[in-house]
């Protein structure tokens, strides 16, 4: 029983294999490869090489560049009406004789345009029960358009992915035109000594300028002539507000940035003082005490100073002599002089010192009374330094 069943497993897959080889095939397919640098940035790559080929310059840029009048200038994703100031420098120029060529993706202000060129985006007829709205921007694939000269058929060219739903229309006789059944696909207007073309597709942007017979409508669109200079105007993809500021001021905001820099600088917290601390250094008491005096004794004419050192003595003697505060002056000098050894007349001239006395004079004075009290201190009174 598994034997059968091992039979026509291995029956079905062998019939399945066979199956599969009969009804597949190998094929080499070619597939383009994704845009890189500059092709994958610029929309105009491959339009430019062009110009270059036959000859010409080219610039793309995002912004009007006042070019000669003998240019040409193909405007891309467009704003025709964003600055009037802007708008009538481009009518202007065409006028003087610039060649302007436009596409399908110009916007805004179309009315204002088709006002000042003469031609006319028109419509055809829709139904009214097609909902789909996406139908509306597809294109067509390569057709076959008549290429006219003032009216007078020529060659037939091959274009692409023109629009399925509007056609160009004028009231004038255009001077360079491709028609099919459908209609004017591409028209070319005299405005002034200038002329303007319009194309409805975009058929040179990236690899666009590869289908049909775009190379020939890129050289017929441009009335292109050696040495031409073309340039290729887009606000599809603009700069940032802050690569603009860059471009157009780039020392002023290094100016600013320093500026900021240095007033940051100055106000910010410092990790240490402005300028090093002056080093500290402890004085003993006995030399405040002497600071003290010969700041006395220089800016108070010695008179305080003297006074303190005789209340001093006094109030050792006391501690000495009961009563010696109420005993008159000779007792008191006389009792002074006993404790301390000294002469009394020395005493007495040192106790009552004139103000009128010389600075020296008064400095012997209060040596001596200094003297004489530490002498009237008992001995186990006194510091080590010899101040009580």
């Known amino acids: 029983m598994k034997r059968a069943l091992y039979v026509v497993v291995a029956a079905l897959a062998i019939a399945l294999v066979v199956w599969i080889a009969r009804n597949t095939y190998w094929d080499d397919i070619k597939v383009p490869t994704p845009l890189k640098g500059e092709a994958f940035s610029n929309p105009f790559y491959a339009a430019q090489r062009l110009t270059t080929a036959l000859g010409g310059r080219s610039v793309w840029d995002r912004a009007w560049p006042s070019p000669s009048p003998n240019a040409v200038v193909m405007l891309s994703s467009w704003h025709w009406d964003l600055s009037p100031g802007r708008r009538q420098a481009i009518e202007r120029w065409v006028e003087s004789g610039g060649r302007l060529v436009i596409d399908d993706s110009l916007t805004g202000g179309y009315e204002t345009f088709e006002k000042w060129s003469g031609i006319v985006r028109d419509y055809y007829d829709v139904d009214d029960d097609d909902d789909d709205d996406s139908a509306e921007e597809t294109p067509m694939p390569c057709e076959q358009f008549r290429e006219e000269h003032d009216g007078t058929s020529a060659d037939l060219h091959w274009v692409c992915d023109s629009s399925i739903y509007s056609f160009l229309t004028t009231k004038s006789r255009p001077e360079w035109a491709l028609r099919n059944a459908r209609g004017a696909q591409a028209m070319r207007l005299r405005v002034g000594r200038g002329s303007v073309t319009v194309i409805n597709a975009m058929p040179f942007s990236y690899r666009g300028l590869f289908d049909g017979d775009h190379g020939w409508l890129f050289v017929a669109a441009t009335q292109f002539r050696r040495g031409d200079e073309i340039r290729f105007l887009s606000e599809q993809d603009y700069p940032s507000l802050l690569t603009l500021v860059w471009q157009h001021g780039g020392p002023a905001v290094v100016l600013l940035l ?131």
């Open 258 to 388: 320093v500026i900021v820099g240095l007033l940051l600088w100055r106000g910010w917290i410092r990790f240490g003082p402005v300028t090093p601390p002056l080093p500290s250094a402890r004085r003993s008491l006995a030399e405040q005490i002497r600071g003290s005096g010969q700041f006395a004794l220089r800016y108070g004419s010695g008179d305080s100073l003297h006074a303190a050192v005789v209340r001093a003595l006094n109030e050792a003697v006391s501690r000495r002599v009961p009563g010696y505060a109420h005993l008159p002056p000779q007792e008191q000098t006389a009792a002074l002089a006993r404790l301390t050894g000294f002469e009394g007349g020395s005493l007495a001239a040192a106790v009552h010192h004139l103000a009128s006395r010389r600075a020296d004079r008064l400095r012997n004075a209060l040596a001596l009374l200094e003297t004489a009290r530490r002498r009237v201190l008992p001995q186990h009174s006194r510091s080590l330094d010899g101040t009580d």
